[in-house]
């Protein structure tokens, strides 16, 4: 029996008998005229004997790093991604809030300044996904430096670093709006186009309008969502009037936190996520997902 099998080993048109006879063996089928070898089986020498059981390693766990994780919306995706079983870090120019929720205690809380490369590279360690939350508003030059080029750093170290997604919180277009707030808008159009150029295929850029939800202001939680949430219902209906030049963005629906914030973590972590922009209503839509 053993020169039999031995002679079939050393001849590449027996080896498909020869599984065959080894699943015949066993009690199982698979086809023979393929060069698909069932992995549960190993030929070694003369033996044909089922193979021991190999432990599957576990999928890399997920280590998502918010940009500005303690302001509004990043305390939300923050939020969000410890909820999904994610290892949530945040780098942020003042580093961990004082806010006394449990949460935050989950978090590793990096201080650093986007605008200073050098203060926070090392928060960017083992980082698979970055989901960033930094803006803000004050003259059109400190505008485009805080919506555009701290961003444009962020993209450029996170890609340098081999992060596998990044999530940019960018705003929606708000016709004459744009034009007072020049340095924001301009700062966040030069940031999203630094993101497609350098994560063709793994960015996603968000474009809420209004964001309502509970924003916390020291020890107080103003609760925008009592304006935003009516408004939201009335202006996704909305749609085509905003398509009017100029004032038409204005009627953009307002969205909850909670749904940017899913959305974002998602964005950064589902593999089948489309990259690009997503427009307001892209984020009513997938938040919606389960
Ligand atoms: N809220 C809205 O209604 C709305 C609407 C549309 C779009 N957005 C966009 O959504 C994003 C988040 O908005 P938000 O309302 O959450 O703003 P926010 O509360 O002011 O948060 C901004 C965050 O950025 C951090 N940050 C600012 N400059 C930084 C720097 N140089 N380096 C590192 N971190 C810096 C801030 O923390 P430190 O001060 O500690 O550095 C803070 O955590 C922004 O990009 C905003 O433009 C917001």
Redesign the pocket.
Known sequence: MTAIVSKLLHSRSSLPRLYAMAASKHGRLFTTDSNKVDQSFKVEGAKVEEAETVDVPPPPTEKLLV?????????HVCKEALDRGLSVS??????R?SIQDSWANSVVWHQ????SPDS?KDALNEVTAVV?????FGSNSHMY???GT??INAIRAAAEQGVKRFV?????DFGLVNYVLRG?YEG?RAAETELLTRFPYRGVIL??????GS?QVGSIKIP?GVIGSPLEMVLQHAKPLTQVPLIGPLLTP?VS?LS?AKVAVRAATDPVFPPGIVDVYGIQRYSQHK
């Open positions: 940009l500005g994780g303690n302001g509004f919306v990043g305390s945040s780098l942020s120019r003042s580093g809030p650093g300044n986007l605008l926070w960033s939350c930094v803006g803000g430096k805080i919506n701290a961003n940019y919180i960018s705003a929606a924001y966040k474009r809420p309008g209004f964001i309502h924003r925008l307002p936190v940017v």
